[in-house]
């Protein structure tokens, strides 16, 4: 996996209004921790970071004065209307290490006719070295039938990975199709349940 370089300056000023001062100047309040090093406060370039955090796991290479080190992002704040970036905990690793995250379950192939692919869940996760973190897991559905269901431990995880989560963790199954009279049916069952309720 590659890194990416990310220019940090040490933050000297705290509290909200230094908060809001650094993002008027489009960049990003980050707090560096781990190793059981003292927590550093840092100021980061916006953009830069916005591209970087695109990528899931990215492993970034902060370098500036005092600092040069290799960080996971760990807890990302946004601003929940406009969706600027407001603070970033990034987790100091070293070459070497093992750390648990979380990676995206794509599928590849089409499941038999009938069914309806459920997802469970969107990720799993693993354990792996801090600068192998793979980019995810691809999982082969093409003619899974109606009831199959895949768990976590079904999964072919990438080398050099091993499953952090529950082996069975259910991440997707195949079930039946709605049609039309299934779905009538389903919605007959709700209006009476409501019904009952409601009588009662």
Not at 100 to 105: A, F, G, H, Q, S
Request: charged residues 25%.
């Amino acid at each position: 996996m590659s890194e990416v370089r990310i220019a940090a300056e040490p933050r000297t000023e705290f509290g909200k209004g230094a908060a809001r001062k650094i993002r008027r100047s489009d960049k990003v309040p980050a707090v560096l921790y781990g190793h059981g090093i003292e927590p550093k406060h840092l100021t980061l370039p916006g953009h830069e970071l916005l591209l970087a955090l695109r990528t899931p796991n990215v492993l970034i290479r902060l370098q500036g004065d005092g600092v040069n080190e290799i960080a996971l992002p760990k807890g990302v704040q946004r601003d929940p209307i406009k969706g600027f970036l407001e603070h970033v905990d990034l987790l100091l690793v070293k070459r070497g290490e093992k750390v648990t995250v979380e990676i995206p379950v794509t599928t590849i192939g089409d499941i038999a006719p009938g069914g309806l692919l459920d997802h469970q869940t969107l990720t799993v996760a693993v354990e792996a070295e801090a600068t192998h973190i793979p980019t995810g897991v691809e999982v082969d559905i093409e003619g899974l039938e109606v009831g199959a269901v895949i768990t976590a431990g079904d999964l072919k995880l990438p080398q050099g990975s091993s499953l952090a989560a529950d082996a069975e963790t259910v991440v997707l199954q195949v079930a039946v199709l709605p049609t039309a009279a299934t779905e009538e049916a389903a919605e007959g069952e709700a209006e009476a349940a409501s019904d009952e309720a409601a009588a009662e």
